[in-house]
T-cell receptor, first 117, second 111 residues
Framework: GAVVSQHPSWVICKSGTSVKIECRSL??????MFWYRQFPKQSLMLMAT?????????EQGVEKDKFLINHASLTLSTLTVTSAHPEDSSFYIC?????????????FGQGTRLTVV | SQQGEEDPQALSIQEGENATMNCSYK?????LQWYRQNSGRGLVHLIL?????REKHSGRLRVTLDTSKKSSSLLITASRAADTASYFC???????????FGKGTRLLVKP
C-alpha cells in the first residue's frame, strides 16, 4: 500500500523557536496534502490543505503566519510551527491524497508529537 | 465542523467478543475509511469502502455503508486484547476534497 512518511516522529523544542515537520509520499504523487492536529483523547482536526505549487488553504481559526505550510513538490509538504509556545504542543499528522487512483484515497503519516518547553 | 460522529464513544468488551462501532456523517461522500490509533501513536488505515459499495470484509473486520442513512458500521469479530485502540471513521468527499474525522470510539478489550 501507499506509504506516507512523516518526520520527525517526536520533537522537543524551546519556547520561541521554530520547528519544521516533513511529510513525504514515498511511492506515489500527492496532489494534495492535509495537515491535522490532535489534542489528547480528541479527534483529528484539519488545520490546512496544501496543493502542490500553490498556497495552502487554512481552516478557520488556524493562524497561517504561525503554521507555515510549503508544498514544493508532488511528494513533499512541510509544516513549520513558528515561534512555538507551550500551547502549540500537540500531535500533528499529515495525509497525502493519491493522484494516481483518481484522488479518492488518502494515506496518513505516523504523526509528530511536538512538545514545547 | 466535524463530519463524522462515531458511537459509542467508548466500548469495553471481553476478549473473544465482537465489537461494533457506528459512524454517521453529514454530507455526500466518495468513500469512507476506518482508522485505528493506539494511544499516542499515528493512524493505521484499516479499510476503505466506496460510496457504491454496501459491505466489505478484511480479515476480522466487516464494514457496512448505508448512504441513504449516511452511516457506516465497523464490526471486529473475535476481538483480541491487541485490538484495544481508538477507532475513527473518516469521510472523503465534498468541496475541496476535505477528509474529515469523527471523534472516535475508544475500544477496550479485556483479556
Amino acid at each position: 500500500g501507499a506509504v506516507v512518511s512523516q518526520h520527525p516522529s517526536w520533537v522537543i523544542c524551546k519556547s520561541g523557536t521554530s520547528v519544521k515537520i516533513e511529510c513525504r509520499s514515498l511511492d506515489f504523487q500527492a496532489t494534495t496534502m492535509f495537515w491535522y492536529r490532535q489534542f489528547p483523547k480528541q479527534s483529528l482536526m484539519l488545520m490546512a490543505t496544501s496543493n502542490e505549487g500553490s498556497k495552502a488553504t487554512y481552516e478557520q481559526g488556524v493562524e497561517k503566519d504561525k503554521f507555515l505550510i510549503n508544498h514544493a513538490s508532488l511528494t513533499l509538504s512541510t509544516l513549520t510551527v513558528t515561534s512555538a509556545h507551550p500551547e502549540d504542543s500537540s500531535f500533528y499528522i499529515c495525509s497525502a491524497r493519491d493522484k494516481s487512483v483518481g484522488g479518492t484515497e488518502a494515506f496518513f503519516g505516523q504523526g509528530t508529537r511536538l512538545t514545547v518547553v | 465542523s466535524q463530519q463524522g460522529e462515531e458511537d459509542p464513544q467508548a466500548l469495553s468488551i471481553q476478549e473473544g467478543e465482537n465489537a461494533t462501532m457506528n459512524c454517521s456523517y453529514k454530507t455526500s461522500i466518495n468513500n469512507l475509511q476506518w482508522y485505528r490509533q493506539n494511544s499516542g501513536r499515528g493512524l493505521v488505515h484499516l479499510i476503505l469502502i466506496r460510496s457504491n459499495e454496501r459491505e466489505k470484509h478484511s480479515g476480522r473486520l466487516r464494514v457496512t455503508l448505508d448512504t441513504s442513512k449516511k452511516s457506516s458500521s465497523l464490526l471486529i469479530t473475535a476481538s483480541r486484547a491487541a485490538d484495544t485502540a481508538s477507532y475513527f471513521c473518516a469521510t472523503v468527499g465534498g468541496q475541496g476534497f476535505s477528509f474529515i474525522f469523527g471523534k472516535g470510539t475508544r475500544l477496550l478489550v479485556k483479556p
